[in-house]
């Protein structure tokens, strides 16, 4: 269960220990099984010996749907977390899907690249049955050799710092990030790591895929952006915190 501490701090503020227990132990209840029930005697079982008029002020934050009681917010997150272990799953799937394909396709162009590589094999032994006659030839291909460019690097993320631009970024990883860390506006976070990468031309970065993964973590641990919807914490009634950030 997913629990936003500053959210449910100013949502129980005012309330006292008792009431506070009470509210959380409904919580647990309902995230286990879906909801709390309505009976007076189940009910009393979950909270806890707490008076009427104490628990007035806790039902305050349920509401009522037949024969049980529901919490909003309790119920947000658990549609959240549903739909980003859907996501998450998705992603799974393409991701064997794409990589089933890759293992197939040398399966399937065996006998091509069978041939071609005997046929390669076949020049490279004339050719070093000619060189061996031939010194002069043979230091020129071994120069010609040593004056290839190295094997580029796999595409990926890179970043401008003359333009200060990003590029590279696909739908394959915004996808990534967003289940990784769901917490984080994606978009945002990518935009403030390109400036501070502009700002500290100093401190280049030679992976910058893995840059913006450690930044996108950072960002996941620190909260992300939802710790900054709550202002600070004071003193408040139900009424005062916006609903959609109840608890």
Same mark, same amino acid.
């Not at 349920?62 to 998450?88: C, F, P, S, T, Y």
């Not at 280049?204 to 919807?229: D, P």
């Given at each position: 269960?997913?629990?936003?501490?500053?959210?449910?701090?100013?949502?129980?503020?005012?309330?006292?220990?008792?009431?506070?227990?009470?509210?959380?132990?409904?919580?647990?209840?309902?995230? *286990? @099984?879906?909801?709390?029930?309505?009976? &007076?005697?189940?009910?009393?079982?979950?909270?806890?010996?707490?008076?009427? +008029?104490?628990?007035?002020?806790?039902?305050?934050?349920?509401?009522?749907?037949?024969?049980?009681?529901?919490?909003? @917010?309790?119920?947000? *997150?658990?549609?959240?977390?549903?739909?980003?272990?859907?996501?998450?799953?998705?992603?799974?799937?393409?991701?064997?899907?794409?990589?089933?394909?890759?293992?197939?396709?040398?399966?399937?162009?065996?006998?091509?690249?069978?041939?071609?590589? +005997?046929?390669?094999?076949?020049?490279?032994?004339?050719?070093?049955?000619?060189?061996?006659?031939?010194?002069?030839?043979?230091?020129?291909?071994?120069?010609?050799?040593? %004056?290839?460019?190295?094997?580029?690097?796999?595409?990926?993320?890179?970043?401008?710092?003359?333009?200060?631009?990003?590029?590279?970024?696909?739908?394959?990883?915004?996808?990534?990030?967003?289940?990784?860390?769901?917490?984080?506006?994606?978009?945002?976070?990518?935009? %403030?790591?390109? %400036?501070?990468?502009?700002?500290? &031309?100093?401190?280049?970065?030679?992976?910058?895929?893995?840059?913006?993964?450690?930044?996108?973590?950072?960002?996941?641990? @620190?909260?992300?952006? @939802?710790?900054?919807?709550?202002?600070?914490?004071?003193?408040?009634?139900?009424? *005062?915190?916006?609903?959609?950030?109840?608890?």
């Amino acid at each position: 269960m997913k629990l936003w501490v500053a959210d449910f701090v100013s949502s129980t503020y005012a309330m006292t220990p008792a009431q506070v227990g009470a509210h959380f132990r409904m919580m647990l209840h309902a995230w *286990e @099984r879906g909801d709390v029930p309505t009976d &007076p005697s189940a009910l009393r079982r979950i909270t806890g010996d707490i008076d009427e +008029g104490e628990m007035a002020e806790v039902l305050r934050r349920w509401q009522r749907d037949g024969d049980r009681l529901v919490n909003k @917010r309790l119920e947000a *997150e658990r549609h959240e977390m549903i739909d980003l272990h859907d996501r998450r799953s998705e992603a799974g799937r393409r991701g064997s899907f794409r990589r089933w394909q890759t293992h197939s396709k040398p399966i399937a162009n065996g006998m091509a690249n069978g041939m071609a590589n +005997g046929m390669a094999c076949s020049d490279a032994q004339m050719l070093r049955g000619s060189d061996a006659q031939n010194p002069d030839a043979q230091t020129h291909h071994q120069h010609g050799a040593s %004056a290839k460019p190295a094997a580029r690097a796999r595409g990926g993320v890179t970043f401008d710092y003359a333009t200060g631009r990003m590029d590279g970024i696909t739908d394959s990883h915004r996808e990534r990030w967003a289940a990784a860390y769901p917490a984080v506006e994606i978009e945002q976070q990518v935009n %403030a790591a390109a %400036a501070w990468l502009a700002a500290n &031309p100093k401190q280049r970065k030679k992976n910058i895929e893995r840059f913006l993964t450690n930044w996108l973590a950072r960002q996941q641990e @620190r909260g992300g952006v @939802r710790q900054h919807r709550v202002s600070s914490i004071s003193p408040r009634t139900i009424d *005062e915190v916006p609903e959609h950030l109840r608890f």
